[in-house]
């Protein structure tokens, strides 16, 4: 995302019809995508303001905004800031509860071809797995993101992702209410020691795969009113300034988790950026901040990143997937 005004522009959906030169498909834990391109969760609630940039279902999969159990207003505002290098969001995770969900949003996905990776929030261990038995046997739905992660939930203390244990509560109540044919995904904070301790405990607790990452908490003041500049204090940071942090985490799990699916982002504006995070390890990526500049990005981004994959190579994604970490030390194969 770059400073200034916001400009808008309409990106051409991927033809279908087309015979691909190359092999884009990308597997997670089990689910074959036809590639490797998503949406991130709470840009785009469920889709349907991409829409009339882009056909939703020419993407890998839409990733929806967290549900929680009961409708939520979210924080006061103001809840969003431009940064430098990207965006601060307070939001707090607003919206209509899994009711209006499971009655609107989800069939409106599927009744376009549009394969849902249904992300889920809850403020306890309970509410995950309620949420989880609700969603199981929806229709349209090929995986469940836990989002565990959540930087901007008033009580910090319900991030369950920064503690091992808690994130491994969460992750086996939901693995245990979900179908065993859809993957669960536990979605990881940044703002950890070591993440790849709790990428391990989630992955010991039943995840089937990992996203990551998440915004980093971050603050901005007014310098005229010398406050504040969100009413919520802090927010998540996200944009182009976190990419090299959403590398370096990526990198590191999957030098440590080689066999363990990622959906990468944090930051990606380009298909070269989205080639970066492919390379570190991630199996498939999501566009997030760059849609509130340019909502035809995901589109975009798909179209790039198979010409830049062509560009080096590659005559398919899996190829490319943790391909910076051959010859490294830590590899054992």
């Known amino acids: 995302m770059s400073e200034g005004r916001f400009s808008v522009r309409t990106v051409p959906a991927p033809d279908r019809q087309d015979e691909p030169r190359y092999d884009f ?8 995508l036809p590639n490797p391109v998503l949406t991130a969760s709470g840009c785009a609630a469920a889709g349907r303001e991409l829409e009339q940039f882009f056909d939703v279902a020419a993407l ?56 849902a990776v249904v992300s889920i929030a809850g403020g306890s261990v309970e509410e995950f797995a309620a949420l989880a038995g ?15 992660s ?3 939930v008033a009580n910090r203390g319900l991030v369950f992702a920064c503690d091992p244990g808690a994130a491994a509560a969460v992750v086996s109540a939901v693995r245990d209410r979900t179908s065993p044919s859809v ?11 070591d993440i790849v301790a709790i990428a391990r405990s989630c992955v ?40 090299p942090v959403a590398v370096r985490c990526i990198w590191q799990v999957h030098a ?3 066999d363990v699916p990622i959906i990468g982002m944090g930051g990606v504006r380009s298909g070269l950026d989205a080639l970066e995070l492919v390379l570190a390890g991630a199996s498939a990526v999501s566009v997030g901040t760059a849609v509130f500049g340019d909502p035809g990005a ?36």
């Open 25 to 32: 498909r990308t597997n997670l834990a089990g689910v074959d």
């Open 60 to 115: 890998g999969a839409v990733v929806t905004k967290s549900i929680m159990l009961e409708p939520r207003s979210g924080r006061a505002t103001p809840r969003m800031a431009e940064t430098a290098s990207g965006m601060l969001n307070s939001i707090g995770l607003q919206g209509p509860g899994i009711d209006h969900f499971l009655e609107h949003d989800l069939p409106w996905l599927h009744e376009r071809g549009a394969r």
């Open 134 to 148: 609700r969603l199981r046997g929806a229709p349209g739905m090929v995986a469940l993101e836990v989002n565990i």
């Open 150 to 152: 959540c930087p901007n």
């Open 183 to 193: 993957p669960v995904f536990a979605k990881l904070s940044p703002d950890v020691t």
């Open 204 to 243: 010991d607790a039943g995840a089937d795969g990992l996203s990551m990452i998440n915004t980093l908490l971050g603050m901005a003041l007014d310098l005229d009113t010398m406050r504040p500049v969100l009413a919520g204090v802090t927010g998540g940071l996200s944009g182009p300034a976190i990419k």
């Open 256 to 258: 440590a988790l080689p």
């Open 298 to 333: 995901p589109a975009r981004v798909l179209s790039e990143l198979r010409d830049a994959l062509a560009h080096r190579g590659f005559a398919k994604i899996a190829d490319a997937v943790g391909f910076a970490h051959r010859d490294m030390p830590h590899r054992k194969d």
